[in-house]
């Protein structure tokens, strides 16, 4: 990802500049067009490479602030205070630093005459193309109070989810990782001591206290390689997760997984009506609405879907006939997609649909870590069971070992 520095022209004729994050040329200039700006130019500023650091605020406090932020926003302006004052006061209160940083910056802009869809969109780590789209929807038709509110909702809903999936998948880490120390301990300071003290008997191990001493040298012999081949391994992941190719493979992936493939899929489609549904009620054009989507549903498979969908609307075809021949769209979704059309409540009908499936969501979640802890647990006891069994059967053997037959 690298940073380009845009200018673009606003549909009143005047030249503004702002940065954008893209992958290319091409697709900072496509982002600038898909906010209804023309573009002029973009340079290269920097490329951005993003490292774990004490003074950079974590993904999970970014949106917590962000909630408190959009929440804060919409009450003020509900109230009738300037957009100046507000936006002095927010950067005031909020804890995240980076947060205020860009409050003030739109801040200026605002000042110096720039619309908020332009002033927002010049910090995308805070403010993605929803987030912008919604408030120009909602600045441009009068009602930006409701807009924030929408935002808030959305976010703090989207929160929700993903903090689900990470709170079911993080036992399983935690045992795992557990699991990894206690080998890698037993392997590096126990094993070697076991096999100094066999090694005085002259008589032959059982095979698999063999195979743990063996294991056990190469920890200790050649934990450089070790360490090469895991570093390799994960930078070689991190290389191919990076590319188009490597990030729809995964993508892709994500929805075929045993239990959390069903999971990954009923979230990206209750995202899917949720985000249509408020896009859709706020006024933006359906076309609009599921491209905005598409660039922030996090799932480039399912991203390419939607486009397709889109594509097939913008050639006369219905968003439920469109649907129909996608992989990624669950029959209920297009089924109530269909219904909705035909009654003329798609975002209300989407949005029972989402609800929906937010609520097997969190059921699936509470089932997957009721029955993923007993089942860990006993991986665990099974796995360090026979550990101790390759350890300590030579010693259930010492009449042999010590009083070899004669």
Do not use: C
């Amino acid at each position: 990802m690298a940073l380009y520095t845009v200018k673009a022209r606003n549909p009143k004729g005047n030249l503004i500049t702002g940065e954008v994050e893209a992958e290319s040329e091409k697709e900072a200039k496509q982002k600038v067009l898909e906010q209804d700006l023309l573009p002029v130019s973009a340079e290269l500023k920097s490329k951005t490479i993003s490292l774990p650091s004490p003074l950079r605020s974590s993904k999970k406090n970014r949106i917590k602030d962000l909630i408190g932020f959009t929440r804060q926003f919409a009450t003020m302006f509900k109230a009738g205070v300037p957009m100046d004052k507000i936006l002095g006061t927010l950067s005031k209160q909020t804890p995240n630093i980076e947060l205020k940083a860009a409050i003030l910056e739109v801040q200026k802009d605002i000042s110096g005459g720039a619309s908020l869809m332009v002033s927002f969109s010049k910090h995308p780590d805070f403010f993605n193309e929803l987030y912008i789209n919604m408030l120009n929807v909602g600045e441009q038709g009068g009602v930006l109070d409701q807009a924030l509110l929408s935002l808030s909702e959305v976010l703090k809903r989207e929160h929700k989810i993903m903090r689900g999936v990470k709170s079911a998948t993080l036992y399983p880490k935690i045992v795992v990782v557990a699991f990894v120390l206690v080998v890698t301990l037993l392997m590096i300071f126990v094993m070697p001591g076991f096999a100094s003290f066999y090694s005085g008997f002259g008589a032959e191990l059982p095979l698999p206290t063999r195979i743990m001493i063996g294991i056990s040298d190469f920890f200790v012999d050649y934990w450089y390689i070790l360490f090469f081949m895991l570093a390799t391994t994960f930078l070689s992941y991190k290389k191919f997760a990076a590319t188009n190719k490597g990030s729809l493979f995964l993508d892709r992936l994500s929805f075929k997984l045993p239990v959390f493939g069903r999971l990954n899929l009923l979230v990206a489609n209750a995202r899917f009506g949720h985000l249509v549904s408020e896009l859709y009620r706020s006024g933006l054009p359906l076309s609009k609405t599921l491209t905005v989507v598409g660039n922030t549903i996090g799932n480039k498979v399912f991203k390419n879907d939607i486009d397709d969908v889109r594509e097939q609307m913008e050639a006369g075809k219905s968003l439920s006939e469109a649907m129909k021949d996608k992989p990624y769209f669950t029959p209920l979704l297009i089924e109530t997609v269909s219904v909705g059309e035909q009654s003329g409540a798609l975002d209300n009908v989407l949005t029972s649909t989402a609800e929906f499936y937010d609520e097997e969501v969190s059921e699936m979640l509470e089932q997957l870590t009721n029955l993923l802890e007993p089942i860990l647990l006993v991986g665990l006891f099974a796995m360090i069971s026979l550990l101790a069994f390759a350890v300590f059967m030579p010693i259930w053997k010492t009449t042999q070992l010590v009083l070899p037959e004669i």
